[in-house]
Structure formats: structure tokens, C-alpha cells
């Protein structure tokens, strides 16, 4: 499956943003950079904002120096882990909360003088560069980008340990001096040629010179007309010091120019380095003339799929009684998820989680996107991991309205008492929302400062739900018609205490829920002997929607297992994973595919439930698409 990163870049130029150092050093801070993520958070979230409101399309993380030799100068060689996936979470954050679609890269540097001077080994570099490019791949980056090497030599050592890792897209950047060759005497095009030939995706200059030497080196680069895909990146011209500050004078409107020349020159990554802030990105995306969406090709998609917001989608079923403040529908209504059940289809529901802030186009994008590939619902998450978000309710109104694809809403009682999930509950039917998970929800951390409510647990939010349907509220109150709530609870067959598990799911079978939707799980064998002894006390007559996260790496696997509660990846699954190396990606989805194939037969599975991680709907898509390839599989148009 080709990397989104990949296909943009053959669309036409990203904008990456410019210097993180020269903006933490404007604003105050003056411990090592790659420490503030871990200490001043809001200080790096901020500069991410900056340049993503002045229209970067790439981010890169505050992690240019965060490898053990760097960190160790400053006794903190034991934050590798810790700085990385900080900054690359920033990073995640800053994009989430803008809204915007775009890509994060995680910034590495060079060894530098310990590598230089003989005091480490290229064995020992390998290793400080595998170390972190595991931390940034843990922390959700989408590619990585190798900045200001100083030579070939460490270049293709830091390449191959980001190659022994993972299969995201790599850029590397080398450090080149003004007489247009690196400080180790090598030539652009040279080192064009030798590292796309190491496993780089796109190649070229940053740092250590001001636009036009820049320029000049590109050119040269370019001249091979079977050059890689190339990157550059200059310094706002060379610096001068004034008083204890360091000025750089290339103005916003020079690297505007510099941005034309770049891109009519083949460049296909383009940015600013040290002394470039926010109105240089924005005076560049300017003269590129094209959004940050426009770029990564999604809002194309959105126009198309994305309805009109006053066109409502969803309406009570055919035969059903409306509530008094409904009309009924004008026009043809699209088959529901509970209708593509009961007509036996083999449905797809993918996760979503609300954007962290207002903006909502990069979730929406998303949902369209996974519309196209085929699938049938979008789960909507309410404020997981207790993190605030947009609220699944809003959210879910805005995927049915706007992107056509019905949701189904995550409701926690966490967080509202019993008066306020009837409220929120009414609400949601008035607009055209059907679909509910009902759940408890993750305890709220200390950090949040936050109460939870619990006044029900999930068992007595779906008694709450089937009153509703009935036409009375919890008290027995009339309200004036009756609720058409499809209702689904949670099962985890993996649970740690099994026989607690299936104790809870008949309880909240015998409440009233109407499907089961589970946990991720990769172990066919621990699902058969799971719902076997569900219906040791009755036959299961509701459909069950199987968990399915398509793993990323085996770095993600081993988290999977380890530290997310009640999911267990089997050990044979993690082998391979691991052995898949850098194609990791590919041997998840495969993983995935081989599950759903082997369940798909089993009775009581009428479908499946995929959780994509760090937010990776691409592959959510491409696990929908390949569905369709399987023995038998016949899924809902």
C-alpha cells in the first residue's frame, strides 16, 4: 500500500515548517531544546500551532537532538525514550486540535563531534540512531526526516536503522557549505544518487546555508534526469550577531521567491531551517498558492463525499413512531446498519476518534475517505483515555450529515448523571443519531481534574436506554413517543478475568443491549471458547461485531499487548511482526485479514469493529477494501 506522504509528494510540493530552536530561543527558553517538550509541553504545542495556522503541510517533532550522544552532553542520556515520544505526541496534538490534515515527521540529527572526533563507532551510531527512531515510530510519526547530516558516512547508518525499524517514508537532508559540497567534501549529486540507493524516499539539502547556495545545489541535483525525489530546506541567509543575538536576514517575502524557484526546480519538500518562523511558512504557502489540504489531496475528496451540513441523513426506520418534534423524511433513506444486519451483511465499522479541539475537517476527511473504501458505520469515541474532546454526539451529527455514513456513538456514564445521559440521549434521537454504545468509561487521571459521575454503569445506562425506546424516562415518565435506539455493549474476550466478563455481557444481554461489539483481539481460538460459553446459558441471538487493530510495527505490537488493558497479541503474532522488520505495515494488515478470514464463518460474528492505530484510516480503508477479495464475503454496498 503506497504511504500517503508518498502519493502527496508525487501530487506536488509539501510546505514543511521552519526552525523550532530559533522560536523556543524567541519566546524564553534557553535549557537544550529537545528537553522542552518534556518540560515546557505548551511552549512546543504552541510553535507546532504557529506553523500550522501560517500553513505548514509537515510538522516536524522538537527531536533534532534528542539521540543518546546529544542528551548525554547534558547528563540525560536516560530521556532518549521519554524526549521522543513526548515530542512526537506534541506534535500529534498540535494537529489534532488545529483540525488540518498533515503530515508529522520526526526530526533526527547527526551524532555529531563524539562520532566525528572517533569517540563513538558507526556500530555505536547505528544503535543511538535505532533507539530513537523506535521512540519516534511508538510516538505515532508519520515519517521520518534526517536533518543537517554532515556526511554520507553516518547519513546511511541512520537511514538503515530507521530501514531495521520500520517502513515509514524517510527524507534525509544533508549539511552542505557554501562551496556547495558537504563538510566531508561531497558533492549533491553524489549524495543525491548514494542515498536514495541507501533506502531514502526523497533527498536533500538543509541547514548550513541560505536560500540561493541552496538553490544552486538543488539545481545540481536536478541535472540527473534520474534524480530521487528531493528536499530542501536553507537557513534564512547567514547569521550576524547582534549584541547576544543571532540575526538572520533573509525576509519572509525572499523566501517566497525561494519557494517558487525550489519547486519549478523539481523540489518536492520544501521548508526553512534555523532562523525561518511562522511568516516565513506563510509567506511561502502563499506563493505556492495551494492549502495544506490541498496539498495532501484530502479536501478534493471531502467536496465530493461531504454533504451539505442542513441535509439531515438518518431518520427513524420505516413503521417506526417519531417523536413529536421530527418531520418525517422527504426523500430516500439510506439502509441502516441495523437493516444491513438483519438482512444478514457482513458490515464494517471503523473508529474515529472527535478532533481534540473545533476544527473537524481532518476527522471528517477521514470518514470520507473510509466511506469511499466501503465502509458501513463510523464509532465515535466519548472523550477516550479521559482525554476532552469534541463530543461524540456533536461529532456523530456531523459524520451522518456531511459525510453520509451512519455513527454509532460512544456514551460513557463516566461523565453525566442519570439526568444528563436521558438529556444527552433525547438529543441525539431529535437529531437523527440511532446508534449507541453504552459504556462505562476510562477513570478520569488525576491531571484532568475531573470528578467521574458513575450514577449508572453501563448494565443500567442500557436499562436507562430501553425505557427510552419504551417511551418513559428512567422515572417512568412519559415522553411523548418512543425511541428507536439500536444498542450495542461491550464484550472483551481477552478480559483477565474471564468469568467476571461473561458475567457482565449476560447482564447486559438480559438488559436489553442489541449487538455486541468487542475489544481487539488476534486470537481465533480465545473468541470461539469466549462465545462457546456465552451460550452455555442461552443461544447468542444478537450479532456480534468483531475487534480488529491492524498492528503498525512490532514495536506496536509489544505495546498492544503490554500495556493496553485486557488486549493480549499472542505471542506467534508478535514473531511475526517482528520478523516483518520494516514492512511491518503490510504483515499487520495481513495479520488483520488472516483474523477476520478465519472468524468471518463462526455464527455469532456478523461483522467487524476496526480500531486503526495513531489515527492511520488509510489502512482502516485498505483492510475494508481487501474484505471484499475474501472466500464468501459479501459486504453491504
Known amino acids: 500500500m503506497r504511504h500517503p506522504f508518498l502519493e502527496a509528494v508525487e501530487r506536488g510540493a509539501i510546505l514543511a515548517d521552519g526552525a523550532m530552536g530559533t ?45 543518546r550522544a546529544v542528551l548525554g552532553r547534558h547528563g540525560l ?17 498540535a494537529r489534532e486540535i488545529s483540525g488540518h490534515s498533515l503530515f508529522i515527521g520526526g526530526s533526527m540529527g547527526p551524532i555529531g563531534r563524539e562520532l566525528a572526533l572517533g569517540a563513538w563507532t558507526l556500530a ?32 546511511r547508518e541512520a537511514i538503515r536503522a530507521g530501514r531495521a525499524v520500520t517502513d515509514i517514508p524517510v527524507v534525509a537532508m544533508l549539511n552542505f557549505s557554501a562551496d556547495l559540497a558537504t563538510p566531508a567534501g561531497e558533492r549533491p549529486a553524489e549524495i543525491a544518487r548514494v542515498l536514495a540507493e541507501a533506502g531514502a524516499d526523497v533527498v536533500g539539502i538543509n541547514c548550513g546555508v541560505g536560500p540561493q547556495a541552496a538553490l544552486d545545489m538543488l539545481e545540481e541535483m536536478a541535472r540527473d534526469p534520474a534524480h530521487p525525489l528531493l528536499a530542501v530546506q536553507p537557513n534564512a541567509g547567514l547569521p550576524m550577531h547582534h549584541g547576544s543575538t543571532l540575526v538572520y ?109 473545533v476544527t473537524t475537517r481532518k476527522a471528517l476527511e477521514g470518514a470520507a475517505m473510509l466511506k469511499d ?4 458505520a463510523i464509532n465515535i469515541g466519548d472523550s477516550p483515555m479521559a482525554r476532552v474532546r469534541m463530543g461524540a454526539l456533536g461529532f456523530g451529527v456531523l459524520v451522518q450529515q456531511r459525510v453520509g455514513l451512519e455513527a454509532i456513538i460512544h456514551q460513557t456514564t463516566r461523565d453525566r448523571n442519570l439526568m444528563a445521559l436521558q438529556a444527552d440521549m433525547l438529543s441525539a434521537h431529535a437529531l437523527g443519531l440511532r446508534c449507541v454504545i453504552a459504556l462505562g468509561g476510562d477513570p478520569p487521571p488525576e491531571a484532568s481534574q475531573s470528578s467521574a459521575v458513575w450514577d449508572v454503569d453501563s448494565i443500567g445506562f442500557i436499562r436507562v436506554l430501553k425505557r427510552l425506546n419504551e417511551g418513559v424516562d428512567f422515572a417512568g415518565n412519559s415522553i ?92 506467534s503474532v508478535r514473531s511475526r511482526m517482528q520478523r516483518a522488520g520494516e514492512a511491518g505495515t ?34 482502516a480503508a485498505e483492510v475494508t477494501r481487501r ?11
Open 23 to 67: 522560536l523556543l530561543r524567541e519566546r524564553g527558553w534557553r535549557a537544550p531544546h529537545e528537553c522542552a517538550a518534556l518540560e515546557a509541553p505548551d511552549l512546543v504545542r504552541r510553535v507546532h500551532e504557529d506553523y500550522i495556522a501560517a500553513g505548514a503541510s509537515l510538522i516536524l517533532t522538537n527531536t533534532f537532538e534528542a539521540n
Open 77 to 93: 542520556a536516560d530521556r532518549v525514550h521519554r524526549a521522543n515520544t513526548a515530542a512526537a505526541k506534541l506534535a500529534r496534538d
Open 124 to 155: 555505536e551510531a547505528f544503535a543511538a540512531h535505532r533507539e530513537q527512531v523506535e521512540a519516534l515510530v511508538e510516538g505515532g510519526v508519520d515519517l521520518l526526516v534526517l536533518e543537517t547530516f554532515p556526511s554520507l558516512r553516518e547519513a
Open 249 to 357: 536576514p533573509a525576509s519572509p517575502d525572499y523566501f517566497a521567491d525561494f519557494a517558487l524557484r525550489a519547486r519549478d526546480l523539481g523540489a518536492v519538500y520544501i521548508g526553512g531551517c534555523c532562523g525561518t518562523g511562522p511568516a516565513h511558512v506563510r509567506a511561502m504557502r502563499t506563493a505556492l498558492g495551494r492549502t495544506a489540504e490541498e496539498v495532501t489531496g484530502a479536501v478534493q475528496a471531502v467536496q465530493v463525499a461531504v454533504r451539505p451540513s442542513s441535509e439531515m441523513v438518518f431518520v427513524p426506520r420505516a413503521g417506526q413512531e417519531p417523536l413529536a418534534s421530527e418531520e418525517p423524511a422527504s426523500e430516500p433513506r439510506p439502509q441502516s446498519l441495523r437493516d444491513k444486519l438483519a438482512a444478514g451483511r457482513y458490515v464494517v465499522s471503523v473508529e474515529i476518534d472527535p478532533p481534540r479541539g
Open 373 to 376: 473504501a466501503g465502509v458501513d
Open 480 to 571: 411523548g413517543g418512543h425511541t428507536d435506539f439500536w444498542i450495542a455493549a461491550a464484550a472483551n474476550p481477552t478480559a483477565d478475568d474471564v468469568d467476571l466478563e461473561l458475567r457482565r455481557v449476560r447482564e447486559k444481554l438480559a438488559a436489553g443491549a442489541d449487538a455486541l461489539m468487542t475489544q481487539p483481539v488476534y486470537d481465533t481460538a480465545r473468541v470461539t471458547e469466549f462465545f462457546e460459553r456465552l451460550a452455555e446459558t442461552g443461544p447468542l441471538d444478537v450479532p456480534v461485531l468483531l475487534g480488529i487493530m491492524p498492528l503498525v510495527s512490532y514495536r506496536n505490537a509489544e505495546f498492544v499487548h503490554n500495556e493496553l488493558a485486557g488486549v493480549v497479541v499472542p505471542a
Open 586 to 619: 503490510a504483515e499487520g494488515i495481513q495479520i488483520a485479514l488472516e483474523h477476520i478470514a478465519e472468524t468471518r464463518s463462526l455464527p455469532y460474528v456478523s461483522g467487524i469493529y476496526i480500531m486503526p492505530a495513531f489515527g492511520r484510516y488509510e489502512i
Open 627 to 637: 474484505i471484499a477479495s475474501l472466500e464468501g464475503a459479501t459486504l453491504a454496498p
